[in-house]
């Protein structure tokens, strides 16, 4: 009768070197048991690999930071979106503000506002204390531009603003506020010609504005009527979608 013990060391190799061996093997089983549990873990806290047929992984939301603390912070933000490349090209499709962008003052935090386009003015404030993500930071810019718009073009935006199906989901942005609805109809018209600049004149293209649409009514009459008051060929640029007549 033998142990297992026993029969590791009856073999020609001296029984101080199995015991290594025998203890190199129950490690790598360990690390192999580990590195599949992380696996495991790992795959199941990446949504972009969970399969469509698998229950959705739970998902924890952790509180974000603003993208500033102070004023002094705040400027900073907001002058480094002025000067970048995206401020630049959203300045020739939509056209630039009066003045530099400024700070949202006290009154418009407190209304919980995180843009403001100043009509009196024609100039734009931001509040990146209020604001969590480059992209939300992003948005906020394009629809305070879209305000801007539809200012220098007030005969069309008055049209296109009469022309806007009513918002009936309640928690779409300008719903029961047309004036908001119009904007943030441009603005996703313009979200959707940057997200599609790797899709343009094909079937994928208009299958993403059809989902833009979607999300917010009057989009694409909005990128409409910013082609055809030369928005993007004034720039240099194309929408690259066959679109329905000016507005
Ligand atoms: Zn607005």
């Known amino acids: 009768m033998s142990t297992p013990a026993q029969h590791i060391s009856a073999t020609d190799r001296p029984s101080l070197d199995a015991w290594p061996h025998a203890v190199m093997a129950a490690l790598a089983l360990l690390i192999t048991l580990i590195s599949a549990h992380l696996v495991r873990l790992t795959w199941f806290d990446a949504p972009a690999s969970q399969p469509l047929n698998q229950p959705a992984p739970i998902w924890h939301a952790r509180p974000s930071l603003p993208l500033a603390g102070s004023d002094v912070a705040a400027q ?45 003015r024609d100039s734009i404030a931001l509040a990146p204390q209020a604001i969590h993500s480059d992209a939300q930071l992003a948005h906020a810019l394009v629809h305070e531009l879209a305000h801007l718009w539809l200012s220098h073009h007030p005969d069309a935006g008055a049209a296109f603003q009469r022309s806007l199906p009513p918002l009936e989901d309640s928690s779409r942005y300008g719903f029961g506020d047309r004036s908001e609805h119009a904007a943030e109809a441009l603005a996703h018209a313009i979200q959707f010609w940057r997200a599609s600049s790797m899709v343009r004149g094909t079937d994928a293209q208009l299958r993403l504005l059809a989902a833009y649409e979607s999300i917010m009514p009057g989009a694409t009459s909005a990128l409409a009527m910013l082609d055809a008051h030369g928005a993007f060929f004034n720039a240099g640029l194309d929408t690259g979608v066959p679109l329905p007549g000016g507005l």
């Open 76 to 120: 900073a933000v907001v002058s480094r979106l002025a000067r970048s490349d995206f401020a630049d090209s959203m300045f020739a499709v939509m056209g630039a503000p009066s003045a530099p962008i400024g700070l949202v003052g006290e009154a418009g935090r407190k209304a919980e506002h995180i843009g403001e386009y100043i009509a009196s």
